[in-house]
């Protein structure tokens, strides 16, 4: 199957892949920069993307801010006439500052998740910046384009259907991951699409839908395209490339990684979220937990730093570092991975049958 490009909103990907945002500092801008030029679209994470700056402990929102505008202007410079993009986490207590100061940076797309971004088209308004929220159900789809036209006349340029199999923080249930009693992507993708179709039909509009999580392959890939998705979004495929920023033990981590490896747990967030079973993990969640030396006041009105089994934001910091055990976010077929590969293949992988 030959894939046609990904357009959103006015934006066209030679290819219609979209890598997915992984934070803390593991899809920054050399990722990012790197998939644009390959003919996707490259995504840098903005959670807490300011982490190796000097100041960050002292003052980590305005750390942030500075690292927003440089990531993007280096991903810039890398790849300048790719497509670059920035993910949000909706639940972040500065949220709104963060995206601000995205789009006064000329950022292309803001995809956002993790909550409900019911403000985020506020937060773009009179800037050339697509959005596209993430969403893991028709329901929430519906919530979110509502209120989006109802208080903002404003359609998303796409939407993001991620899938149970994602990495990171997922928009189902602990209890129904546990049980296998959530949807599956093919589900979500279908009901979403077809929620999709009816409003675009009556609003005179076109927005694509992105299916996401658990995507590997060129079958992979096609099977998405013939349930109604217009694209893929990929992470943990790019994480294990040459290419992206975290460390070397990072990748490592993912490369000794088995299938039984891979666990799903309750983040500080209140999210289940899927990571790879590691020491830090089993120490976490198994051996009473690990506690918090310093808290950076990231999501204060969620995580309780007297109560959380650890401190989410120090815990990915260390992973993506590698100078010691962190947390280490995965998709649900990590496990596959068995060497680290680049861009490129990867690309090839996806959209070459």
């Not at 644009?36 to 002292?58: C, H, L, M, T, Y």
């Not at 920035?86 to 940076?105: C, G, L, R, T």
């Not at 009179?126 to 159900?137: F, Y």
């Not at 589900?187 to 699409?193: G, R």
Request: negative net charge; proline residues 5%.
């Amino acid at each position: 199957m030959k894939l046609p490009e990904l357009n959103i909103g006015g934006l066209s990907a030679r290819l219609p892949v979209i890598q997915g945002g992984m934070g803390i500092g593991i899809s920054l801008s050399g990722l990012a920069s790197a998939v644009a030029n390959a003919g996707g679209i490259g995504i840098i994470s903005g959670v807490q993307i300011g982490f190796r700056d000097p100041e960050f402990r002292k003052n980590p929102v305005a750390a942030n801010l500075r690292a927003i505008g440089s990531e993007l202007r280096r991903a810039r410079e890398l790849s300048p006439t790719g497509i670059i993009g920035m993910n949000f986490m909706s639940i972040d207590a500065h949220y709104d500052e963060y995206v601000a100061e995205a789009v006064k940076n000329g950022v292309d797309l803001i995809i956002s998740g993790a909550g409900l971004p019911l403000s985020l088209p506020g937060l773009v308004e009179g800037s050339k910046t697509r959005i596209a929220p993430i969403v893991s159900s028709a329901r929430a789809c519906r919530l979110i384009l509502t209120k989006w036209l109802k208080k903002f006349n404003r359609f998303p340029d796409a939407v993001v259907v991620e899938g149970p199999l994602a990495g990171g923080h997922l928009g189902f249930h602990l209890d129904d991951l546990l049980a296998g009693t959530n949807q599956t992507l093919e589900q979500a993708l279908s009901d979403v699409v077809e929620y999709v179709r009816g409003f675009c039909e009556k609003h005179g509009v076109t927005i694509p839908v992105i299916a996401a999580g658990g995507i590997r392959s060129h079958e992979d890939v096609c099977h998405m395209f013939g349930l109604g998705a217009s694209g893929v979004q990929v992470g943990t495929l790019f994480a294990a490339t040459e290419e992206c920023d975290a460390s070397d033990r990072f990748k490592q981590t993912y490369i000794d990684a088995k299938p039984e490896d891979v666990r799903i747990i309750k983040s500080p967030t209140g999210f289940a979220a899927r990571a790879v079973n590691t020491d830090f993990v089993q120490r976490a969640y198994d051996r009473g937990g690990i506690p918090v030396e310093h808290c950076f006041r990231c999501m204060p009105e969620i995580c309780n730093a007297a109560e959380t089994p650890f401190c989410l934001s120090q815990a990915l910091f260390d992973a993506a570092i590698g100078e010691k055990d962190g947390l280490v976010f995965c998709g649900g077929r990590v496990g596959e991975i068995t060497e680290i590969s680049t861009v490129p293949e990867v690309m090839r992988r996806l959209c070459e049958a």
